[in-house]
């Protein structure tokens, strides 16, 4: 009998959250309880054990809708999705599908985004996320189809949204030791801030759960699909420990009624510091890769399935 035991999972666990798992090691949980004003990834394990997002800003409390890894926008219609001062919720309605496997698995679901008052939701986004095995570390592709739920919505024009990165403390260049190096081989936040780059990586000392007495070094990138709106991205990312592509910053995007904005972009999670070729290498793949989608299910027991558009 084939073994249906598989390398890489992703299991619900109790309180509305998914496990992401490599092995037995969990590298990534996603958290949706209705008490958050909105999902988001916590924690986002690097090779050290240790989450490389943290909750939060270290200085500033009214950062505190900084939840590590989250899909917001500031302006929707006139509605602010990004900080939690408004009656404004994003809300998982249901999973559609999970696929386990040897190096990938993947898991599609739904997202509400309501105003707080209509109960009907402005924006609907189904979101694909697959949890991949790299030979340096991990990846998380992140490809979010956003539906209007009326006429037709915009995200109007803004530095915030549609995904937010915060990293841990030491990663940061003001609270710790990081370092911050965009595609075009600058480095920094005056030379990076608001400038377009394919991608934008994080990388500084973590302390590590297998020596705890010595810090090694470990880094986040995240990477914009050439396909993605206003690609490459213009990015806001602070020395604070804060990295947000916007897909609206020079001027809004529509999201029409009679088809879906979509968006895809990439998290890779490596020890050391930012390798640009081994970074771009991975950047190619994931812009030749296809885009995903839910479908009837075709075998036993499964209502719906996940699969590849053709090109």
Request: aromatic share 10%.
């Given at each position: 009998?084939?073994?249906?035991?598989?390398?890489?999972?992703?299991?619900?666990?109790?309180?509305?959250?998914?496990?992401?798992?490599?092995?037995?090691?969990?590298?990534?949980?996603?958290?949706?309880?209705d008490l958050a004003p909105r999902p988001y990834f916590f924690p986002v394990n690097g090779p050290s054990g240790q989450?490389?997002?943290?909750?939060?800003?270290?200085?500033?409390?009214?950062?505190?809708?900084?939840?590590?890894?989250?899909?917001?926008?500031?302006?929707?219609?006139?509605?602010?999705?990004?900080?939690?001062?408004?009656?404004?919720?994003?809300?998982?309605?249901?999973?559609?599908?999970?696929?386990?496997?040897?190096?990938?698995?993947?898991?599609?679901?739904?997202?509400?985004?309501?105003?707080?008052?209509?109960?009907?939701?402005?924006?609907?986004?189904?979101?694909?996320?697959?949890?991949?095995?790299?030979?340096?570390?991990?990846?998380?592709?992140?490809?979010?189809?956003?539906?209007?739920?009326?006429?037709?919505?915009?995200?109007?024009?803004?530095?915030?949204?549609?995904?937010?990165?915060?990293?841990?403390?030491?990663?940061?260049?003001?609270?710790?030791?990081?370092?911050?190096?965009?595609?075009?081989?600058?480095?920094?936040?005056?030379?990076?801030?608001?400038?377009?780059?394919?991608?934008?990586?994080?990388?500084?000392?973590?302390?590590?759960?297998?020596?705890?007495?010595?810090a090694v070094t470990e880094g986040l990138t995240l990477i914009d699909h050439a396909l993605n709106p206003s690609h490459?991205?213009?990015?806001?990312?602070?020395?604070?420990?804060?990295?947000?592509?916007?897909?609206?910053?020079?001027?809004?995007?529509?999201?029409?009624?009679?088809?879906?904005?979509?968006?895809?972009?990439?998290?890779?999670?490596?020890?050391?510091?930012?390798?640009?070729?081994?970074?771009?290498?991975?950047?190619?793949?994931?812009?030749?890769?296809?885009?995903?989608?839910?479908?009837?299910?075709?075998?036993?027991?499964?209502?719906?399935?996940?699969?590849?558009?053709?090109?």
């Amino acid at each position: 009998m084939t073994s249906k035991v598989h390398r890489v999972r992703i299991e619900p666990l109790a309180e509305r959250q998914f496990g992401f798992f490599i092995g037995s090691t969990e590298v990534t949980r996603w958290c949706f309880s209705d008490l958050a004003p909105r999902p988001y990834f916590f924690p986002v394990n690097g090779p050290s054990g240790q989450s490389l997002t943290r909750m939060g800003h270290p200085g500033a409390p009214n950062h505190d809708h900084h939840r590590s890894l989250w899909f917001a926008h500031s302006d929707l219609l006139g509605i602010d999705f990004w900080s939690e001062n408004t009656a404004s919720r994003i809300r998982q309605s249901q999973w559609y599908a999970i696929e386990d496997g040897a190096e990938a698995a993947r898991i599609a679901f739904e997202l509400l985004w309501t105003d707080g008052h209509d109960p009907k939701p402005l924006l609907k986004q189904d979101v694909f996320a697959t949890l991949r095995s790299v030979s340096q570390g991990w990846t998380l592709e992140l490809q979010s189809d956003f539906r209007a739920g009326a006429d037709g919505v915009e995200f109007r024009q803004s530095n915030f949204g549609v995904l937010g990165l915060r990293v841990a403390k030491s990663l940061s260049v003001v609270f710790g030791g990081g370092k911050i190096t965009g595609a075009d081989g600058r480095e920094g936040e005056p030379e990076l801030f608001g400038k377009s780059n394919r991608w934008i990586d994080y990388s500084g000392p973590i302390f590590s759960t297998a020596a705890p007495q010595n810090a090694v070094t470990e880094g986040l990138t995240l990477i914009d699909h050439a396909l993605n709106p206003s690609h490459p991205a213009k990015w806001h990312v602070r020395e604070d420990g804060w990295i947000g592509p916007s897909i609206s910053r020079d001027q809004a995007v529509l999201v029409p009624r009679e088809r879906p904005l979509t968006t895809r972009y990439l998290l890779y999670v490596h020890p050391g510091g930012c390798n640009s070729a081994e970074i771009n290498t991975l950047a190619d793949a994931f812009d030749a890769s296809s885009p995903l989608q839910v479908r009837k299910g075709s075998k036993p027991h499964h209502q719906f399935e996940i699969v590849e558009l053709k090109k």
